[in-house]
Structures are given as structure tokens and as C-alpha cells.
């Protein structure tokens, strides 16, 4: 028997959900037709100077206009789902006044392709994309966005048929921090009392579109996408053991604790005490708004991550670890923490650690100390340096490997017992990859963005026999050995 044969393939629960996602701004462009008015993306990427190169959303992928040839895509990849989102400021882009046909109809013709393909559609409410002019007033920092999203979600709830599943938010957690207290994604602020208010507003709007979908349509099943970390200790030292428990507040506890338990954390309510206002803009009954039942719960997993306490970076280096940079803004060390690496390890071309055990180990906690609703892993994926060979094909060796690596911890989940239900590839397309623009490629299709062309990689043909067999075949050999 020779080592390829060591294990059989492993095989899938049947029924299991097999698609690959993509969001709004990132893949459609016609920023400016039928109607829409711009979101935040839409600022920060042409005045921040905070993306790489400059680039800007405004043609992306061009799904908008080519919207068919991609649901052809997902046809002969024989995925049974699609997970995309649906731009706010196509729909209500006066925020306040009418809906707007021609966004709708849009979305519309979208899901219209995918019943014709048999592709059960996953839209997401909310991939980032604020309406510019409710920024303007203030953004998730203020509670009024809330029930803006709200009338928002009505809107989409009542507007658009053929939708068994629906996700009001994508990661809250970046919306929230990466948004409004790191600075790196838009609206680009730095200030850590507007990351918890913005947490908080999040949340409520997540269970105000939780309330809308009961009341309008009870028949669909509703829920939402978090992108939780599993977070290690450097090292066994308290101070180090302090630091990751603080880190683990802030990207999960703070979103499943009043998700699923009905209540902040409160360590972290008092650790954002001194950033006003904090949690203080918490009302009487909103966490029982935000603990509305929801039917199951996405989950983003891109890679773990390693945390020390703040100050420790001799320490780390002493333990041999890299230390990165030192974050440019201050915001960062509320939490009192460093994020440290090991040499050697595989990252991806994001630098971010390859490392498919920490997908399990989550997937096994949300189940212990969580919930046993059904969960779905919403995105992951890789960027990788893919290029056109001459022969004029993309081969992308790596990020089947990596993939099979995670969908291997996902079958390791399955047997410990964890109700998963699904698997989404980020992405199906190379697309605009927020702060660092179109430099990083994380799709199963290439896109040359000079003329929209699309070129299946190969990790596009073998997730499509994937999709066919409902089972993970085993690697070859060669590219084990290799990555
Ligand atoms: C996630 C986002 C998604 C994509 C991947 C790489 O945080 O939800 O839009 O950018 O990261």
C-alpha cells in the first residue's frame, strides 16, 4: 500500500451544503448605476489613502453587468449554495424614503439565476457597505443606525421571494473595530469607546432584523456571521493567560455572551468603561432584543493567532517568537495585549498562520459552551502569489492544500460531534480585498481585471469533484510533501 493510499476518502453527512461566498462591494462595482449612492467603501477607499494602491470598488469584478457568467461559474462548479450580500445603498439609498426598484430588481434577477441553476441563495443583510449619508450622522456609533438597518431589513424581508435563509451581518466584530477603533477599514476612526458602542449597535440592529424576519416572514431561517478567533497563550505565564482571555473578550466573548447568553461579559464592560461611552449606551430590554433565538450561526475561520500581554516582546522573543510591528495606533493596546508568531510556520500571502487544528478546536467550543444550533462555516480560504502560466492556466496547489487541511478539521468537528451544516469557500472570485485592494487573491477563479476576464484556478476543479462526491479525497502525495 503506498502513502497515498493510507486513508480512504472521507465522506460528507449527506445534505451537507456545499457553495462559495462573495459580498457586495467587493466583486460588483457599478458603484453608481441604477440609483445607488455610496457607502462607506466608497469614501474611505477614494480619500483614505489607506488601501493599497489606491484601488477603489468602483468596477471590481464588474458582477453587476456580468453577473450571469458568474452563476455559470457556480452552475459547473456544482455547488448547491451561494452566500453573496446585498448593497444597502442599492436598496434604500435615501435611507429614510422609498425602496429602490432598480436595486431590488437587481437581486431580483440574482436569485432568479440561482433557482434556475437549483443554487439555494444565502444573502447576507450587511457585508460593510453603510449608506455614506447615515455615517455622516454619526454611523454604528449612533443607535438611530440601528433601527435604520431595521427598516432596511424589512425592506429585503418583504421585497425579495425565494430566500429560505437569511444572514442579517458579516463579522460585526470588523465592522465594529477594524472600523471604528483601529482605523483600518472604513469609516477609518480610531477612538475605542466608538469600537463598543458601534459592538452595541451592531448587535441590536442584528436582533431588531432578527424580530423583522420572525414578524414578516416566520418561515425563513435567520442568523448571522461571526468571525471568531481561537486565540493561545504564548506562553503558561498568568500575565500571558490574562492577556489571551482579554483578546478572547473582545472577538468572542463579547458577541456570543449576549448572542447566546443574554449578557455582556463583564470583564469587558469594565475594561471599556474608561473608553466612554462604552457599554454605557446599553438600554433597558435591548439585550433581550439582541438574544432573539436565531436558527443558526456562520462562522469565518481564516487562521488562530498566538497573544502575550503588552510589554512581554523580550519575553516572546526569549520563547522564539517573532514579535510583529508595533500597531500604529494606541487604540490597539486597550486590550494590554501583543500578537506574537512562530518562525517557520505556514502563513498565507495575508500572513496569516496555516494551522487547521484551531477550526476545530472552535468549532468544538461554540458546541460546548454555546449553543448546538446548526452552524455553517460562512468563509475560509487563502490569498496566495497565483499567477497565469504560460500555458494559460492557474494552478493554486497551495490553497488546495490549505482547503483540504480545513475541510479535514471540519470532518474532525463532524465526529466530535458538532452540528455542521455547511461549507462556503472565500471566495469564488478574486476580488477587492478591503485595505489591501485587488494586491491579494483569494478566489477559486482568477479575474484579470483589465478586461473581466475569469479563469477557473485549479482549486476550482478539485472543489468541483468535491461538490459532486460529498467527500474529501485524499491528496496526492506530492503536493502533501510539498506544502
Ligand atoms: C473576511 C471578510 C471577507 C474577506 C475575507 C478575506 O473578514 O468577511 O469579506 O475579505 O475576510
Known sequence: MTASHISAPRRFPDGFMWGTATAAYQIEGAVAEDGRTPSIWDTFSHHSGRVTNGDTGDIACDHYHRYEEDLDLLAELGVSAYRFSIAWPRIRPDVTGLANE????????????????????????????LPQSLEDVG????????????????????????????????????????????????????????GASATHHLLLAHGLGVEASRAIRPEVEI??????????????EQVDRDATWRADGNQNRIWLDPLFRGSYPADMVDLYSAYPPGFSVVQDGDMATISSPIDFL??????PGTVMGEGREREA??????????????????????????????????????????????LVRIKDEYTD??????????????????????????????????????LGALEDGV??????????????????????????VWIDYD????????????????????????LSTALQARY
Open 223 to 236: 442568523g448571522l456571521t461571526l468571525n471568531l478567533g481561537t486565540l493561545r497563550s504564548g506562553t503558561n
Open 451 to 474: 478586461t473581466g476576464r475569469r479563469i477557473p484556478k485549479s482549486s476550482f476543479h478539485w472543489y468541483r469533484g468535491i461538490t459532486a462526491n460529498n467527500e474529501l479525497p485524499e
Open 139 to 194: 454611523g454604528w456609533t449612533n443607535r438611530d443606525t440601528a433601527y435604520r438597518f431595521a427598516d432596511y431589513a424589512a425592506t429585503v424581508l418583504e421585497r425579495l421571494d425565494g430566500i429560505g435563509k437569511w444572514t442579517t451581518f458579516n463579522e460585526p466584530w470588523t465592522s465594529a473595530w477594524l472600523g471604528y477603533a483601529y482605523g483600518h477599514h472604513a469609516p477609518g476612526r480610531e477612538d475605542i469607546g466608538a
Open 419 to 444: 452540528n455542521l451544516k455547511g461549507y462556503f469557500i472565500w471566495s469564488l472570485l478574486d476580488n477587492f480585498e478591503w485595505g489591501f485592494g485587488y494586491s491579494r487573491r483569494f478566489g477559486i
Open 317 to 362: 522573543r526569549m520563547a522564539g517568537y517573532n514579535v510583529g510591528p508595533r500597531p500604529e495606533s494606541d487604540a490597539i493596546n486597550s486590550l494590554g495585549t501583543i500578537g506574537v508568531s512562530t518562525p517557520g510556520r505556514p502563513v498565507t500571502a495575508m500572513d496569516w498562520e496555516i494551522d487547521a487544528s484551531g477550526l476545530r478546536e472552535l
Open 373 to 410: 444550533i446548526p452552524l455553517y462555516i460562512t468563509e475560509n480560504g487563502a490569498a496566495f502569489a497565483d499567477y497565469i502560466g504560460t500555458d494559460g492556466a492557474v494552478r493554486d496547489p497551495q490553497r488546495i492544500r490549505y482547503l483540504d487541511q480545513h475541510l479535514d478539521a471540519c
Open 102 to 129: 432598480r436595486g431590488l430588481d437587481f437581486y431580483k434577477r440574482l436569485i432568479a439565476g440561482l433557482h434556475d441553476r437549483n443554487i439555494t441563495p444565502l444573502p447576507t443583510m450587511y457585508h460593510w457597505d
Open 298 to 303: 456562520g462562522v469565518n475561520f481564516y487562521g
